[in-house]
């Protein structure tokens, strides 16, 4: 009997003790779910409060802005160069280079127009050029059609012009003598740089237009001062004063007279043709009575010095 008692008590004893674990779990577990959903409101409303007063700071930086121009603009500069920086990275790098470096306007600085805006004599003498110096028929169109307008101002044959450009580069505008002669008149840049800052100084020599209408200048000084064309070529090129001008003049003429028949209508077939028919004149070949001439005198009378 005191055994079964004692089992009696032991089992009462632990039942008791589940109860009681059981008890306490379920208040842990009722403690911990307070404790969380506090947590849980408590973070919501500091994050509600937070948005609250980013919303409120944003919206001053906004009237702020509106109210500031340069702000604004910094602002709408910065925004534009962030879509445009994330714009590229999606975007092709070959796009992206050829974006960088389009320049929608370069036509218009170029030296070139079609042929077919010229006239029927200023065309025909355009393609024959090309042909014979194996150069782009636009940019030869358009020094045709300068010629023949700067030559109208100047009283000179424009295939007198275009007949020196031949001789002189080949109609290279780049060109450039031993001595400094430049562009496609071969002019001296230095000793005429004062024709040159009406069109913004010595670079201007290697624009084709520019070149060209310098070079017109200085022929028709040189022709005036020797009272023909044929004496001024020799002025032009250098040679007033040798006894000699290489075949020069002779060249430019038969080059003139082969432009004034394209001109005409006739068929002239071009024929290949060195790359350079310039003459040289040397300094030492002078003739004394030349030493008497002044260097202002000198620098007016010679375009290129050989």
């Not at 070959?94 to 960088?100: G, N």
């Not at 070139?112 to 004599?121: F, G, T, W």
């Not at 150069?135 to 300068?146: D, G, K, N, T």
Request: charged share 20%.
């Amino acid at each position: 009997m005191a055994s079964t008692r004692m089992i009696q008590v032991v089992s009462n004893s632990v039942a008791q003790s589940m109860t009681l674990v059981r008890t306490v779990r379920r208040a842990a577990a009722q403690s911990t779910v307070v404790f969380l959903r506090d947590v849980g409101q408590g973070l919501l409303e500091v994050s509600h409060n937070t948005l609250a007063l980013l919303g409120l700071a944003l919206a001053a930086l906004v009237l702020f802005a509106a109210g500031r121009a340069d702000v604004r603009h910094d602002a709408e500069t910065w925004a534009l160069g962030w879509l445009q920086a994330r714009e590229e990275a999606r975007a092709d790098p070959a796009d992206v280079l050829a974006t960088e470096l389009s320049e929608p306007d370069a036509s218009a600085r170029a030296t070139a127009i079609d042929p077919k805006d010229l006239s029927r004599q200023q065309a025909a003498v355009a393609q024959w050029l090309a042909r014979r110096y194996r150069v782009a028929p636009e940019p030869v169109s358009r020094l045709v059609q300068e010629a023949w307008n700067v030559g109208h101002k100047a009283g000179l044959d424009p295939t007198l012009i275009l007949a020196i450009m031949a001789i002189e580069s080949s109609f290279n505008p780049f060109a450039q003598s031993a001595v400094g002669a430049q562009g496609l008149m071969q002019v001296m840049t230095k000793v005429h740089n004062d024709k040159y800052e009406a069109f913004g100084g010595n670079h201007a020599a290697f624009d084709p237009v520019t070149n060209l209408r310098v070079g017109v200048q200085v022929l028709k000084e040189c022709i005036a001062r020797a009272g023909s064309v044929e004496a001024g070529l020799r002025y032009y090129v250098g040679a007033a004063n040798l006894p000699d001008d290489g075949g020069y003049a002779g060249k430019v003429l038969s080059e003139q007279s082969a432009l004034r028949l394209v001109a005409s209508g006739k068929n002239v077939p071009p024929r290949a043709i060195a790359a350079s028919a310039r003459p040289v004149a040397k300094p030492e070949a002078v003739p004394e009575a030349a030493a008497s001439i002044d260097a202002a005198d000198t620098g007016e009378r010679v375009a290129m010095l050989r």
